[in-house]
């Protein structure tokens, strides 16, 4: 097996197969550090986002979604998924990450859909309303909305590491672009639509390393269940997905090497995720097939259990 790509044999996401065979292990990663943000480029061991094993069935025929953080990992797959099942897309992205939103953006048109660039840094409330604004014009309105960016940094002793700055900047880019992208998509979003917003294991399982991202995605979870209440009575579903240990750039960008060559292997699966392992949740959220599910989340941990 080439170290450039990850699937062992992933074939497509409805072929029945052993998933802990079906991505490369740990013993098979390297220590690696990249640049923060990360591009998909610089990572030794690419992500499967779905590129090859992804097959749509119309699942979410002439919707306009917009996905934050749509640029690599979780966000690209979500993005090829969502057009592969017939929807138009607008993608959030850091305009130092353009080549990977580009990259994205090809996906989407490949598969006969509409791609919307929309980059920003959305720790500004003016940024995220104007990222919203450009999504809506771009797509024609909006059905979907995903809040899938997210900003962490590890640090090694914990809340003894954890700047201001950090913490500043882990609370505006995962909480703050929150609230302000939703509440300016809400202006748009009717009855039938869907927001979906990352959430992760960390929000169950805090590590000391990462203790403000998972103070965060704490937070994700409950502005999760108490906005499906209130938005409800106007038929709009909110739901998260928590995922587990998976492959991305951030993990290279954002934790120390050593770690990296054994990421996921805590898990009883025995390997980390890959992002296009997720995105059938989102799907899920996002189709008409989850019109009676609202506040909820699914885990994505490779076995880990969530409470």
């Known amino acids: 097996m080439s170290d450039q790509h990850a699937p062992q044999n992933p074939g497509d996401q409805t072929t029945p197969q052993d998933p802990t065979d079906q991505y490369r292990d740990p013993e098979e990663q390297t220590e690696q550090k990249i640049a923060h943000p990360g591009e998909t480029s610089d990572m030794e061991q690419k992500p499967d986002h779905g590129e090859e094993s992804y097959v749509g069935s119309g699942r979410l025929e002439g919707r306009r979604a917009l996905l934050t ?28 990450e353009q080549e990977d939103a580009e990259t994205t953006a090809q996906h989407i048109r490949d598969a006969g859909r509409n791609a919307v660039l929309v980059p920003g840094d959305i720790r500004d409330e003016e940024t995220c309303k104007r990222i919203v604004e450009e999504a809506v014009s771009g797509l024609g309105g909006l059905d979907v909305l995903v809040n899938n ?3 962490q940094m590890a640090q090694e002793n914990g809340i003894f590491d954890i700047t201001t700055e950090q913490l500043d900047r882990v609370m505006k880019t995962n909480i703050y672009a929150m609230f302000w992208i939703t509440k300016a998509a809400l202006q748009h ?17 805090p590590s ?5 991202y998972a103070t965060t995605k704490a937070g994700i979870l409950n502005f999760t269940k108490g906005l499906a209440q209130q938005l409800a009575e106007k038929g709009i579903r909110v739901n998260a997905v928590a995922p587990g240990p998976i492959w991305t750039p ?31 949740a989102y799907v899920f959220f996002a189709s008409q097939e989850s019109s009676y599910v609202s506040g909820e989340r699914i885990g994505v941990t490779g076995g880990k259990p969530l409470p």
């Open 69 to 96: 953080g749509g640029d690599s990992g979780i966000g690209r797959a979500v993005a090829i998924a969502f057009a592969r099942e017939g929807a138009d897309v607008a993608i959030n992205y850091l305009p130092e």
């Open 149 to 151: 960016a997210a900003y």
């Open 189 to 205: 979003l009717g009855e039938g639509a869907s927001i979906i917003n990352t959430a992760s294991i960390q929000g169950y399982q």
């Open 208 to 212: 000391p390393q990462l203790l403000d």
């Open 250 to 280: 951030l993990i290279p960008a954002t934790m120390d090497a050593e770690k990296v060559e054994q990421f996921g292997a805590d898990t009883p699966m025995g390997r980390a995720g890959q992002p296009a392992e997720l995105a059938p």
